[in-house]
């Protein structure tokens, strides 16, 4: 790593937070600054790429700059005071928790910055659809930099408005009920959680949530750390998605466009339960254990529903749309996170976040596979692509086929890649989880989650079957495989995938010595 002055650092994560923001008001200029193309809609897609390509590289400097030697230790932190009568400030800062967070958001939106570039959605003018994509950038990189509750609730709000038009304007059918489903879940959540906030914000004193990790939640009462936790659990809950608050994803994911499933999939979602880790564990402990059991019992329901959810889309003559099933494989992924931080336990945390990044890499490579498998063939039906194109895409387009394929293993958990580390070490946290846990509970929740491993590979292995493989029917369109530009967004995706299923130290190294610290009483 090199050696960056801490003026730089701030500098850059500062750049990275409110970069997206002044690159979406220069796209709705006339003519982006400096960016020339063909036409006016290719400058502008242009410029979206360039912006998220320069934050991606602030981001990667950021790693390189980062002090690994101490990773629970803030870096590149702003404190400015904003609003003082409330004592709310601009407060920036990373530690080993959300650095992996933020450069998963960079990587991500660029990856659909430079996807849309060459294949845009059909839909309005791209000058509105880069600026949103960079609106809803700089609120997911501002969620996972902020330090203060109600700079993180401003940020976390952020993201809506720039989701629900991409998904009302740029989806495809049944778009509208999908955004309205999507706005309306969310923001009911987010009202609750406010109030959550605010209570722990005025009986603590502070807002700052540093201080409140690092007070451990001795200044508030437990009956008020029971309430807080609730009503921001709540909110939490909805985003990330948890059962039985999930019945937006499965709309939102099949109507959006591809590179909004993907940053749906694989940033959004990782909002809520960064929210658990970064705020209910460290500053409301005793109200989080109160609600441990519970939201445990709701994860590993999580799991087996998704998977039996995905069961029942797979089997044949079930009208099964492929994005929808990977839309409910998420809520049984996701599960699986919220069973690790249910344990309160540094393996079962560490599990968690973890599995957040890999699911952001498998689950994002899914739906830009899904995607153009769509655009190939005009529908994502499993029914129309295993029997009535004779879609075997092994035989048709080799290339696409094996991704995915790899994507689905790599879904399914295969040691070896990405998708493996975070479950087990989730499952690792149940069956030890913290002392004042009922630890028979848990073992309980651990044999249920670890029978839903096994529903998530009978499911993914039907689709790779009913999809990749079989005889191609002589009458059937040809496809295209895969192409340049397919390959450049999507190849950092699989590399990232196997790098970090062979070796997890890459992340572990990061987010242990944070999360311990977390646990034990703060960051510092």
Known sequence: MIDINESVMQFLLALIVVGPLLGAAAALLPAPPGLKGKSPDQAVLRHGVTVT??????????????????????????????????????????????????????????????????????????????????VLECGTLATFAVL???????????VLIPMYFLIARWGGEGRAGAAWKFILYTLLGSVVMLLGLLLIGITAGTFDMVALATDNGRSLTTSVQVIAVLAIGIGLAVKTP????????????????????????????????????RILLPAAPDGFQTFAPYLAALAVVGIIYGSLACLAL????????????????????????????????????NGALFANIAHGLITGLLFFVVGALKDRTG????????????????????????????????????????????????????????DDLSRPAYLTFMAVAAFGTLLTAAYMLIVVRRVCMGAVAREAPKLADVHTYEFAAWTPLVALTVVAGLWPKVLLGLTDPAVQQLLSGGTR
């Not at 601009?90 to 659909?112: K, N």
């Not at 044949?316 to 919220?338: E, P, T």
Request: glycine letters at 12%; hydrophobic letters at 55%; a negative charge.
């Open 148 to 158: 203060d509750l109600i700079l993180f609730f401003l940020a976390f709000e952020m």
């Open 314 to 349: 797979a089997k044949r003559g079930a009208k099964g749309d492929l994005k929808r099933l990977i839309a409910y494989s998420s809520v049984g992924h996701m599960g699986f996170v919220l069973l690790g931080i249910s344990t309160m336990t540094p393996t079962g945390v």
């Open 242 to 277: 948890m059962w039985p608050l999930h019945s937006w994803l499965p709309d939102a994911h099949t109507a959006a466009p591809t590179v909004g499933s993907v940053l749906l999939a694989g940033v959004l979602l990782k909002m809520g339960t960064y929210g658990f880790v």
């Open 379 to 434: 529908t994502t039906d499993l029914d129309t692509l295993a029997e009535e194109t004779g879609a075997a895409l092994y035989g048709k387009a080799p290339r696409l086929g094996g991704l995915l394929a790899f994507a689905a293993v790599a879904s399914l958990g295969l040691p070896g890649l990405a998708g493996f580390w975070g479950e087990m070490l989730a499952l690792f946290g149940a069956f030890d989880p913290h």
């Open 53 to 134: 390509g320069a934050v991606l590289i602030a981001a990667i400097v950021l790693v390189l700059g980062f002090d690994h030697d101490h990773p629970s230790k803030m870096q590149a932190g702003t404190d400015i005071s904003w609003i003082p009568a409330l004592d709310v400030r601009i407060h920036l800062g990373i530690d080993g928790i959300s650095l992996p967070l933020l450069v998963l958001t960079a990587l991500l939106t660029f990856l659909c910055a430079l996807y849309s570039y060459f294949k845009m959605p059909a839909g309005p003018s791209p000058k509105a659809f880069v600026a949103l994509l960079l």
